[in-house]
């Protein structure tokens, strides 16, 4: 089974090809912006111009457009190949990335979020998720993070405020798709933008 592997959902944009459990090919850029326009050159790029049965996709949470990016790519392609469309949460993928450089350790991913806040979700040392994805304040995510490893790209402020944490400065990265189990992958992606929207409906009169 071959699988592509999308990722857009933070400022890092990366695309994977795996087969049978072994990285064929894969790429990653820190882009900030300008995701809709690499997309799809990087995975023209892999062989077979990145087709495959599976397409995986980081539903989020993360940057609003980089996640719509991901999953317009994801679902054209699906479509067009007649592939599987799967999708895998972004603070999963940096939790297990982070259980390489530390196994058998919990940890805490702390990414940058909307309006000032931060995204956070602590994990157990055998990658299980302990609590839900939570959108908070700094001081609020400070307060909860008791993981003896802090991942994300809000690590080195978490660490700053906590004696004793080891901090890693990680972004989901496609090519680290290997570590996560299949449990990590769903069937019906659907954007988890990690906080209620913004704009309300008008209330009736």
Not at 23 to 50: F, N, Q, T, Y
Not at 145 to 150: D, G, I, Q, Y
Not at 181 to 188: K, L, S
Request: glycine share 10%; charged share 20%.
């Amino acid at each position: 089974m071959r699988r592509l592997i999308i990722d857009s959902a933070t400022e890092n944009c990366s695309v994977a090809l795996i087969e049978d459990g072994v990285l064929i090919a894969g790429d990653g850029l820190i882009l900030g912006r300008g995701h809709a326009e690499r997309l799809v050159p990087m995975i023209a790029a892999l062989p077979d111009k990145g087709r495959a049965d599976v397409i995986a996709v980081d539903v989020g949470p993360g940057s609003f457009t980089g996640i719509r990016v991901g999953l317009a790519a994801a679902r054209a392609l699906a479509m067009a190949w007649s592939a599987r469309l799967e999708g895998f949460e972004s603070l999963t993928l940096v939790a297990a990335m982070a259980r390489v450089q530390h196994p058998g350790m919990a940890v805490d991913v702390c990414m940058s979020g909307g309006h000032g806040e931060w995204f956070f979700q602590p994990f157990a040392a055998d990658g299980s998720a302990l609590a839900p994805l939570a959108s908070l304040a700094p001081a609020d995510t400070i307060a909860r993070s008791t993981a003896p490893v802090v991942a994300g790209s809000q690590a080195v402020a978490v660490a700053q405020m906590r004696a004793g944490v080891v901090a890693l400065d990680l972004r989901p990265d496609a090519r680290h798709a290997l570590l996560l189990g299949e449990q990590a992958f769903h069937a019906d992606p659907r954007p988890s933008y990690g906080r209620a929207p913004d704009a309300r409906l008008p209330s009736a009169a």
